[in-house]
Antibody
Framework: EVQLVESGGGLVKPGGSLRLSCAAS????????MNWVRQAPGKGLEWVSS????????YYGDSVKGRFTISRDNSKNSLYLQMNSLRAEDTAVYYC???????????????WGQGTKVTVSS | DIQMTQSPSSLSASVGDRVTITCRAS??????LNWYRQKPGKAPEVLIF???SLQSGVPSRFSGTGSGTDFTLTISSLQPEDFATYYC?????????FGQGTKLGIK
């Protein structure tokens, strides 16, 4: 079964750092762009960051730009999110999602992990 | 940045009802529009991609229409598992963005 499994979440103090991981299985990881999406408690979905297949194109949402770094290791079928200078408003469930390009050229997040919870609190 | 606005934010319906949710983009996004359903405590799952294409394995009671700035998701006959939150999502340009969600509850 095609699968994404996130790990690395936890409780961290404001100003601290955390590194999330997303392990991919049963598909050719290196052929897909990947994304991180987060969801604060009781809130909607917020796109965080995107990375292309060979890491040549990387994008961030304004709320995390300069603090978060997305990366990938295609040899390990893994996606990462390094989160620094964490704030209370970064508290959320973080999902990794596969980005599929459709036959018409559009893009869709077709596979999602189960999420990992990050809590930023003193 | 492209803003996505869904309406309504919430609605109540009964099993068997026909329901329509709308999504408006702040600028034209062609058909770079997807719809997801999220059940409580679970990850989102894609229902519709490219505005009107049904994702493999998704029941045919789900359909999507629209292009440019205005889009709709229709559920033709609500089933118990459809009481959830629905999000539209644009992938026309980064930063990608989601609508604020539509919570579908049981009447």
């Amino acid at each position: 079964e095609v699968q994404l499994v996130e790990s690395g979440g936890g409780l961290v103090k404001p100003g601290g750092s955390l590194r999330l991981s997303c392990a991919a299985s049963k598909f050719t990881f290196s052929s897909y762009s990947m994304n991180w999406v987060r969801q604060a408690p009781g809130k909607g979905l917020e796109w965080v960051s995107s990375i292309s297949t060979s890491s040549g194109y990387i994008y961030y949402g304004d709320s995390v730009k300069g603090r978060f770094t997305i990366s990938r290791d295609n040899s390990k079928n893994s996606l990462y999110l390094q989160m620094n200078s964490l704030r209370a408003e970064d508290t959320a469930v973080y999902y990794c999602a596969r980005e599929r390009v459709t036959v018409s050229g559009t893009k869709v997040f077709d596979i999602w992990g189960q999420g990992t919870k990050v809590t930023v609190s003193s | 940045d492209i803003q996505m606005t869904q309406s309504p934010s919430s609605l109540s319906a009964s099993v068997g009802d026909r329901v329509t949710i709308t999504c408006r983009a702040s600028q034209s996004i062609s058909t770079f529009l997807n719809w997801y359903r999220q059940k409580p405590g679970k990850a989102p799952e894609v229902l519709i991609f490219s505005a009107s294409s049904l994702q493999s394995g998704v029941p045919s009671r789900f359909s999507g229409t629209g292009s440019g700035t205005d889009f709709t998701l229709t559920i033709s006959s609500l089933q118990p598992e459809d009481f959830a939150t629905y999000y539209c999502h644009q992938t026309y340009d980064t930063p990608y963005s989601f609508g604020q969600g539509t919570k579908l509850g049981i009447k």
